[in-house]
């Protein structure tokens, strides 16, 4: 069954601090890896996608990994603003004609000034 | 351009009655999702419509659930006898015609509460 974990599953850090989200995954074969974004009230954005042949990938102040040996990948903030405060959920993509994406359940980050 | 759109925003039903949420994808966009979103838990997919093909309606809870998609572009999703396990919030989504894993547009979703 394909899933995909993400941790953890909340995290507060103060401005300005760097952050690291993790995320794991079966889903196999694999075709993609898309970072979303969150904000209370809205629907997800996309922050960066990752083929089997990247390893990273950035999008301003954010970051995502790829090891696609390990299926895992993380998303990293840098100097996180309080903008940054979301849920930031981890997509993976399975080829072979699957068109349904399985979501992870997300990590909900909150920036404290 | 417009994003996605969803309708209404938030809804509040009582147990028992039916309710109708509608949902205006980017226009061009073939693809068209529906996922419910319960508070703390990741997105569920509910149903899938990609073009003039029959979609796929693996996702869907009960037979109380349905859907369509007029024209290829406006879509509906009707949830008969609501219940209150029905509460969440109900996303919409959109991606263009193309390849598997294709980014997904999301509209803001509707708040549904069943009292």
């Known amino acids: 069954k394909n899933q995909v974990e993400q941790s953890p599953q909340s995290l507060i850090i103060l401005e300005g601090k760097n952050c690291t989200l993790q995320?794991?995954?079966?889903?196999?074969?694999?075709?993609?890896l898309r970072w979303y974004k969150q904000d209370t009230g809205r629907g997800p954005v996309s922050l960066t996608i990752?083929?089997?042949?990247?390893n990273t990938k950035s999008n301003g102040r954010y970051t995502a990994t790829l090891d696609a040996d390990t299926k895992q990948s993380s998303l990293h903030i840098t100097a996180s603003q309080l903008s940054d405060s979301a849920s930031y959920i981890c997509?993976?993509?399975?080829?072979?004609?699957?068109?349904?994406?399985?979501f992870g359940r997300g990590t909900s980050l909150i920036v404290h000034p | 351009g417009a994003g996605v759109s969803q309708s209404p925003s938030n809804k509040v039903t009582e147990k028992g009655k039916d309710v109708e949420l509608r949902c205006d994808p980017i226009?061009?966009?073939?693809?068209l999702y529906w996922y419910r979103q319960s508070l703390g838990q990741g997105l569920e997919f509910l149903i899938y419509?990609?073009?003039?093909?029959?979609?796929?309606k693996s996702g869907l809870p009960s037979d109380r659930f349905s859907a369509e998609r007029t024209g290829g572009s406006v879509s509906t999703l009707t949830i008969q006898r609501t219940q209150q396990e029905d509460s969440a919030v109900y996303l919409c989504?959109?991606?263009?015609?193309?390849?598997?894993?294709?980014?997904?547009?999301f509209g803001p979703g509707t708040r549904l509460t069943v009292l």
């Open positions: 995320c794991n995954y079966t889903v196999s074969p694999f075709s993609n």
């Open positions: 989504a959109s991606s263009p015609p193309g390849q598997v894993g294709h980014e997904q547009f």
């Open positions: 997509v993976v993509s399975a080829g072979g004609g699957s068109y349904i994406p399985t």
């Open positions: 419509f990609q073009g003039n093909s029959a979609p796929d």
């Open positions: 990752m083929t089997f042949s990247e």
């Open positions: 226009s061009g966009h073939t693809a």
